[in-house]
């Protein structure tokens, strides 16, 4: 199981684990700076990932997870900023198990985002495949030309190779007629195609870590059961790392080994799989598990919507950020100070007041 480990409580053994892992991320702060004010993205997020492992990110719209994996990236849009943190990737040799030794921390914070050392890493050893690809292509390119664009920047070979890894790859995630694909344009394909395009492109360098920001919201369920077990495939091939940011709770039961829920900028809850589904801790997990349909639930039963709405990303609310909708909302302590990290399980860390009354940031 990927290990936690929270971010005031530092593993003795943390040289030791490091060596396994693949991602550690410290205290991320990211922030959007408009005419409107600071936009706190990101509000000190911290997990880590060992080599091989699947991570689902959950939570509701603008909780943060995408911007997780755009901070990671070094992909943040104007006007956001990282303001705080520290992002950590362990380089391996390409394919290498989780024993094989690191051979390079690389600091990816500290990297200018234009560097060439910071683009020679981003495509190749973190790659992302995005929500909606027909908004994520460049409709003026064929989608060879996309392939190939990631192969040749990446990889010492000539458009000839390039053109026939892009097939090879296509040929992979499933794509019937691949050689004939490569020749068109993105509008010409369906919605199940494109993505399966999409996923071509972040595969084709064979990253260390994928992440998979709501790889198949737009897509019919039978499509998306067939793109779900291809990623699971592909991730047994390649040894790659998997973040899967997602709302579907569904998916991440299916895929992951640990999820991490976030609400509003900060990691609220991380532990297994099983942990998160069979005993959730916090209230906004036990308020999204109730959201949605269980089996064996009777048809007459109602689904609990979480009450309110999440809150303007430019308010600041004293004390826990969850509380002006939470249940278990404990008058005079839960809206004085922000709940710190607390340890509930050997892999579970939840931030809430209900289990200790530790005060964090
Ligand atoms: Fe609810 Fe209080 Fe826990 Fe926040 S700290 S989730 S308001 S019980």
Redesign the pocket.
Known sequence: MAEIVPDTKMNANAAADDEKLVLKVRDLHTYFFTDLGVSKALNGVSFEIPQGKTMGIVGESGCGKSVTALSIMRLVPRPGKIVKGKVTLYRRPKGASSNSSVVEEVDLTAMDVMSAKMRGIRGNELAMIFQEPMTSMNPSYTIGDQIEEAILLHQKVDHTEAEKRAITILDRVGMANSKGVIKRYPHELSGGMRQRAMIAMALSCTPSVLFADEPTTALDVTTEAQILDLMREIQQQINSTIVFITHNLGVVAQMCDTVAVMYLGRV?EQSSVDDTFYSPK???TMALLSSIPHAGSHKKDRLQPIRGVVPDPYSSIK?????PR?????PK???QAM?GITQVGPNHIV????YSDAVGE
């Open positions: 609220v916090h209230p906004y004390g826990c950020p969850f509380h939470c249940n278990y909302f404990k302590v839960c809206d709940p931030r809430c007041f209900l």
